[in-house]
């Protein structure tokens, strides 16, 4: 394999994990990230891990000029773009910074690509694009509909991609919306290493468990769901890595644009997370149930049918490994990288 693979926010929880992915699967990797939200110790991790070295730019998407030089420096054969600000409460503070830093970055990284005839590239949506839904499980052709600036900027990408792929068939696009990404790297070198207090829930648990935080707050127990607490479909963060090399395999065959869902297809309430979490690890998590958080829907979780049909790609780690792995990873990282 002689491909190389540009992956922006290579640095990031996301982007490090489908690196390693890459570079044991043959391919050639370069990263570009600002590191805004990561540390570059992700990257020296990612070639301690798999024994390959390779090139990061320490850059910005959103300065044309370091990005026209990037690509006038290395021979890319195809993008993965992960590179994006994604926290939906700070979204609601500073909307412009997002759609300046995702929206516009994204523009800017598709107009280098266009200058130099790179054409193929993998996105990362996310299932967020679906609002509150009101069929479950979520398929790729339900409406879609943001309700926050964060969700805005992935649709408003979204709708850019599919202009460019109507106005050029020489592109070929692959949009994955994510659903929760989890876990970590079995090995513990690389995982999850947010900034501050976590928002999102496997962090939080973890930073329970190894003693940071004192209980975790349950955000409502009276949805209508089984035992009140929300519903969402939890993927292994390793299988959302090797779901992006199917991807670019799809890409080979010039598909123009595709859109799948990256999920397992199975839901697990809060309750259910963390009596998996204390049974993968024999750790118990104070708990409390306080009031509902705004703006969470009450279930959300997948239909995985197309991404296996099409792509070939089937989530295989269950919520075990999810909480077995990102506990692995805390432990060996109690104050991150
Ligand atoms: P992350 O913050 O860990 O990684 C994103 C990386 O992009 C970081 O290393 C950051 O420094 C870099 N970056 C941000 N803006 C940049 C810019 N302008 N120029 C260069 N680098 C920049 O996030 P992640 O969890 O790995 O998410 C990766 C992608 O997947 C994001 O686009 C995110 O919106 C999307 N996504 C994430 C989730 C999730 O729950 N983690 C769910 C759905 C979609
Ligand atoms: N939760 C708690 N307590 C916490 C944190 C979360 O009870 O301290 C609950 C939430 O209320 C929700 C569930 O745990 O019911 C999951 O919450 P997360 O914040 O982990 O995940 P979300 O589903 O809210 O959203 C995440 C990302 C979004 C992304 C979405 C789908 O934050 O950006 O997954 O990928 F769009």
Request: with cysteine; hydrophobic share 40%.
């Amino acid at each position: 394999m002689d491909k190389t693979i540009l992956v922006t926010g290579g640095a990031g929880y996301i982007g490090s994990h489908t690196c390693v992915e890459l570079l044991e699967a043959g391919y050639k990797v370069v990263v570009v990230d600002n590191l805004c939200n990561s540390k570059s110790d992700s990257l020296s991790r990612v070639e301690e891990m798999t024994g390959h070295n390779f090139q990061f730019h320490l850059a910005d998407l959103r300065d044309m000029a370091a990005m026209q030089l990037l690509f006038k420096r290395e021979k890319i054969d195809a993008v993965i773009h992960f590179a994006g600000l994604k926290a939906v409460g700070e979204s609601t503070e500073i909307p412009l910074a997002y759609y300046q830093n995702n929206v516009g970055g994204t523009a800017n990284l598709l107009e280098a690509m266009n200058e130099y005839g790179v054409k193929d590239i993998v996105f990362s949506s996310s299932c967020t694009v679906y609002g509150a839904p009101e069929t479950l499980p979520l398929r790729e052709d339900f409406p879609l509909q943001a309700v926050n600036p964060y969700g805005q900027t992935k649709l408003t990408i979204e709708y850019m991609l599919k202009d460019l792929a109507a106005s050029d068939a020489d592109w070929n696009i692959s949009i994955l919306r994510y659903f929760n990404p989890v876990g970590a790297h079995p090995s513990g070198e690389i995982g999850e290493d947010p900034l501050g207090i976590p928002s999102n829930l496997m962090p939080y648990i973890t930073q329970v468990a190894i003693g940071e935080l004192e209980e975790l707050s349950v955000f409502g127990d009276d949805y209508d769901t089984p035992d009140g607490t929300c519903i969402r479909d939890y993927i292994h963060v390793v299988d959302l890595a090797r779901g992006h090399l199917h991807a670019l395999s799809k890409l080979e065959e010039n598909p123009g644009l595709i859109i799948h869902n990256l999920g397992t297809g199975q839901g697990y309430s809060v309750l259910d997370v963390i009596k998996g979490f204390e049974t993968a690890t024999g750790k118990s998590i104070p708990h409390r149930i306080v009031g509902r958080r705004a703006g969470d829907a009450p279930a959300v979780y997948d239909d995985p049918t197309l991404a296996e049909k099409e792509l070939g790609w089937k989530a295989e780690l269950g919520i075990e490994a999810m909480c077995r792995d990102a506990w692995n990873w805390q432990q060996r990282n109690p104050k991150g990288y």
